[in-house]
C-alpha cells in the first residue's frame, strides 16, 4: 500500500481552504457527491497538483442482507476512473433493509447501521465485498463504523470480526479511530482491546473525527474538534504500525481554516508520539532479544540446537498470521442472507416506522438511535432541497419530524423532500395561503417529468424575499 501521508476530508465548504492548507499529502470526497462528468474545479486543481483524492462510498451497503447493486457499483468505479484513483473506500454497514427477502416494503436508514457480529453476517459480508471487489478497478478498503446501539447474541468483538474478514477476502481496512472511542462510551467495547486483535498489516488508512456527548452517549457528529481520546488512541495505533494514511473528517459547523490547521498538528502530534512509542519498544524487544540468544548459546551444549518459542523448528510462540477458514469461502447460501434480511429488517423498521423493538435490544438506546436518525433526515433534507426551510421557515424541522415519524424514507433523500412536501399539500397542514401556494408550486416544478420552469433560482430568491416580509 502506497504511504498516502496526512489528509482532510473534501468537502464544497471548506474546498478553497484546503487548496490553500499547507501540508496536505490527499484528500478524501464522499463519492455520492462526486459527477464524473463535471468534477468541482476544486478537485481538478487538487489532482493537477499532484494530490491524490480517494473517493469514500456511503450508499453501497455491503452489510446488507442482499448482494451489492450493480449499478451503485458502475457509479463507484466511475467515480474510480474520473478522479484516477489508488483506492475506494465503504462501510461495514447496512443502510436498507426489507424487500424481496424479507416480502415488506423496502427501507432507507439514510444512516450507517451496524451489523451484528455474528458468523451469518460475515458469511454475507465477505461474499458482498469479493463481489465489490470484482466490480471495482482498484483495491478496496472497509471502515468500522460507529454505533449507538449493539446487537444481542453477537459471537465475536470488533477485532476478530475484522480480522477474520480481512483474512477471507484481503480487503483492506479504513480504521476509524474515532468510531472506535464511539463504541467505547456507548458499548462498553475496550478500543485497545480492538487494536490488539486487528491485523494492522491490511490498514489502508486511518480516519480521525470529533463528535459530542450527551446523556451518557457519545454521537459521532463529525462536527466537533477532535477529543483528546480519540487522539489517544490514534498514539495507541500509532506505537502498533505506521498507519499509510491519517485523514481528519468534518462535515458541518466548519471552523475557521487556522482551527482545522490546529487539527491536523495534533494529529501529527499524536502520531510522532506512537511513532517514537514504537521506535522504543521494538529496540528494547531487540536487546532482550539478543540478551536472551546469548544466554542461550551460553546453555546449550556444543553441537546440540536448542529450540526457542517463535523458532521454525518449534513453530511454537510465532506471532499469529492470517489462515484461509477452510469450509467459509464459497458462496453463502439464500438462508442465512433470509435470516439476516429478517432480522436487519425488523431492527430497521423499529428505528423508521414504530414497529416494535426487536428481542434482546436495549429500548432506550434504540429510542435515542430513532431520534438521531429522524434528526439527520431533517438536516439532509434542508441541504437536498434547501427552499423548504426557506418556503416553511421555522415550522420545518417541527413538520418534517412529525412527518418522519409515520413515513420511513423509502427512495432517498430527494425523494423524501418530495414525499415531505406532497404529504403537507394533501394533508391540508399549511394555514396560511401563501405558504401553501409557494409551496405548491415548488412541488409541481420536481414532481413533473421535466421542469415547469428554468428559474429555480429566481423562484428561491422571491420565496426568501417573501419569508423576509412577512417577518
Known sequence: MERLGTGIGWRPEIADAVERMPGIDWVEA??????????PES?????????????????????????PDADRLTALAERVAALGSPLVTEHIAFVRA????????????????????????LDVLCENIRIAQDALPVPLAVENIAALISWPGEEMTEGQFLWELADRTGVRLLIDVANLHTNHVNRGEDPAKALAEL????????????????????????????PRPVLDILTDLASRVSPPGVLLERDENFPEPAELERELGSIRMALEKGDTERRVSAQSASGAAALAEGASQDRAPQGVVEERPGSSASGEGTSKQPVSVEGRTGAVTDPARQRLALAQAALLSALVAGTPVPEGFDRVRLGVQARALAGKRADVVAKVAPELPVILGQGYRRGFLAYAHGHPMTGG??????????????????????VRAELREWWLERSGP???SRRPAVRLARATRRVLLRR
Open 413 to 434: 433523500y430527494r425523494r423524501d423532500a418530495l414525499d415531505f412536501a406532497g404529504y403537507l399539500l394533501a394533508e391540508g397542514l399549511l394555514d396560511d395561503a401563501r
Open 98 to 121: 426489507g424487500g424481496p427477502l424479507t416480502a415488506s416494503p423496502r427501507l432507507e436508514a439514510g444512516h450507517l447501521l451496524p451489523v451484528p457480529r455474528t458468523r451469518d453476517a
Open 30 to 39: 464522499v463519492a455520492e457527491n462526486v459527477c464524473p462528468g463535471h468534477l
Open 450 to 452: 421535466r421542469p415547469r
Open 199 to 226: 491485523p494492522v498489516e491490511a490498514i489502508a488508512y486511518v480516519h480521525v473525527a470529533g463528535g459530542f456527548e450527551r446523556d451518557g452517549v457519545w454521537h459521532d457528529s463529525h462536527a466537533h474538534p477532535v
Open 43 to 67: 478537485l481538478v486543481r487538487l489532482r493537477q497538483r499532484g494530490v491524490t483524492v480517494i473517493p469514500h462510498g456511503v450508499s453501497l451497503g455491503l452489510g446488507g442482507a442482499e448482494r
